[in-house]
Each structure stands twice: as structure tokens, then as C-alpha cells.
């Protein structure tokens, strides 16, 4: 995008833009390398007019935090009500798909690097990945209630599960392929794991 383009945008579209392109450069880079410079260059602006909607680097990186939740929210409501009993899957295998994107648990991963040092992050973090947690583990019940998740798995434990499972996948991608197949194994395993008897035939 020209500068020239970024400043015909309205105001909330100028900041969304630069939000879009904040989350690129953070995806394919890192929280500490990537800088204001390289955003603002790469959106078509000054770093003044990048600081006029974001007061700094670190507020970008949670705007880019939450843009990214909001996506996948967005991805397992769809998918819920489209067909409720492969939600969960259809949630994991959208995740993986989104190479185009920020994936969320990247800025995890970008985040823990600083949450030693800033409370914010820190605090930014823990609330997010709490929060995602207690969303799949809602899914589970609605998928036990349905009788599609066995009775006997606990939901708390099995969102955590499905946390570290997308920890693991991104480890995955950032390593170019370190399980080869094996994360497609891992993915199956865990479906027969939460699959109700009646099911899993």
C-alpha cells in the first residue's frame, strides 16, 4: 500500500491496515525484531502517522493479539454452526491452514520471550490463553452433551490438551516439519481419545 493510498483511507481503515500489516511483519518475524520502522514502511506511512494509532510497538504486538483471537473465534463459531460435531476439528485444520496469517499461538510464542520483563504482556497473555482455553473447553461439553465426547473426559483438561496440541503444531511449522507426519498421527490419536464409545466405531 502507497502512502499516498493509506492516507485517502478513513481513519479507522488506515489503523486497521496498519494492524494487518503489523500482524505480517510480527508472523514472519519476532516481537524484538521486528520494528515500528519496518511496519510503517511496509504499510505506506511515517512512523508519526503509525504512532498517531498505536502509542507503541508493544501496543501494536496486543492489538495484533487480539485481532488474531478474534479471528479464530470467528473461524469456530462458523464452524459450529455449519456442523457441531466437527467443530473442534475443523477449528485445528483451519488454524493450521492459515499460512497467510498471524497464527495466534506464534505471538504466544513471541510473547513468553518478553512476559518475564513486561507485566503487561504478561498479563495480556495469561488472560488470552486463559481464554481460549475456557472456549474449547465449552466446546467439548457442548460436544459431550451431544454425546459425540466421551462423558468420562474431563473438559478442563482436554482444552488444555488442545492448547499444547497447537503449541506443538506451530513448534511444527516454525521448524519447517520437525514431526513429519506425526502430527497428523497425534491429531487422530486425540480423536479417538475424545470420541464417545457409540462413536468411535
Not at 33 to 59: M, N, Q, V, W
Not at 110 to 121: H, P, T, V, Y
Amino acid at each position: 500500500m502507497t502512502q499516498a493510498a493509506t492516507k485517502r483511507l478513513p481513519r479507522a481503515a488506515r489503523r486497521q491496515a496498519v494492524l494487518d500489516t503489523a500482524c505480517r511483519v510480527f508472523s514472519r518475524s519476532s516481537y524484538r525484531g521486528a520494528t515500528t520502522a519496518e511496519i510503517a514502511r511496509e504499510a505506506g506511512i511515517s512512523e508519526p502517522i503509525l504512532y498517531r494509532h498505536f502509542g507503541s510497538k508493544r501496543d501494536l504486538y496486543l492489538a495484533c493479539l487480539e485481532q488474531a483471537w478474534a479471528e479464530l473465534q470467528a473461524v469456530a463459531d462458523e464452524a459450529r454452526a455449519r456442523d457441531p460435531s466437527a467443530c473442534l476439528g475443523e477449528v485445528a485444520a483451519a488454524y493450521m491452514a492459515s499460512r497467510a496469517r498471524v497464527r495466534l499461538i506464534d505471538l504466544w510464542i513471541q510473547g513468553l520471550n518478553e512476559a518475564s520483563e513486561d507485566a503487561l504482556i504478561s498479563k495480556a497473555l495469561k488472560r488470552q490463553i486463559r481464554e481460549v482455553h475456557d472456549t474449547f473447553a465449552g466446546l467439548i461439553r457442548e460436544g459431550q452433551g451431544r454425546g459425540e465426547v466421551h462423558a468420562e473426559r474431563d473438559p478442563e483438561a482436554e482444552a488444555w490438551i488442545f492448547v499444547a496440541s497447537g503449541l506443538l503444531a506451530t513448534v511444527d511449522h516454525r521448524l519447517g516439519g520437525l514431526l513429519g507426519d506425526g502430527l497428523e498421527r497425534v491429531r487422530a490419536e486425540r480423536k479417538r481419545w475424545l470420541r464417545s464409545e457409540e462413536h468411535a466405531s
